[in-house]
């Protein structure tokens, strides 16, 4: 059996470390292409021969990254707590209550999670500007809350469905109401799983490129995705500056997981050993 166990440790080291290496190796090409002197041709990994900054500065003035970085931050500032708060009380309801018709409210967000953001972004434009909120950081901040609630329902859902209902119970008997019970008892419990979710829902904002491209046409008003997407066509050929700017719009999801990596893995093991 010792045999075996060491066998199997020793496979899932294997299997971790060839996963690492695929994640990693894509990253560290374009930083060190990133690192290269301007206009260098970059094929592949390649170590630059003298390393480089000026491309940070250089892209961050002719993108314009301070703006297009404060813009991804005010939809994300808007989408995060919406769909926590929602997802918590959604998640609550669906999870600790026995509401009729409660499982195929599960199912119909269970659902939602099919539905690709291609397929519906050109009616959602034409919704929007029936109510003019096209060009606004408003009618992003409302789709992407209704794109994200699907799993962020879902990931709530579970947390709670797994909790035990002793607790509940003992707290109804209390004469606890149902808020008190979520926001005393229940909240406090699920912070690992909703600072996962706070992580992810703020990951899948910040990365949006085609909702905010086909939504705000006005260019002053781009996120850092789409700002980097006229990067990269009005500068196609400098590959270290296009590096370079890649690199600026990965670093706030980089910076937020190295900070709460310990809560994210938390969050996610959580979630594992309760599934």
Known sequence: MNTVARSERWSGYALLTVMAIVVVIPFLSVFLASLQPAGTPVVGLTWPERWSWDNYETAWSVAGFSDLIRHSLVIAVGVVPACLVLAALAGYALGTMRLPGGNATAAFFVAGLTI????????????????????????????????????????MRTHFRSTPMSLVEAARIDGASSGTILVRILLPLARPSLMTLGLLVFMWSWNQFLLVLVLIQDTTKHTAPAGLGFFVGQNSTDIPTLAAGTIIVMLPILILFVVFQRSFLAGLLQGATKG
């Open 116 to 155: 690709p953001v291609e397929l519906i972004v050109v009616p959602l434009y034409f919704d929007l500007r029936t109510v003019g909120l096209t060009n606004s950081y408003l009618g992003v901040i409302l789709v992407e809350i209704a794109l994200f609630m699907p799993f962020s329902v879902f990931w």
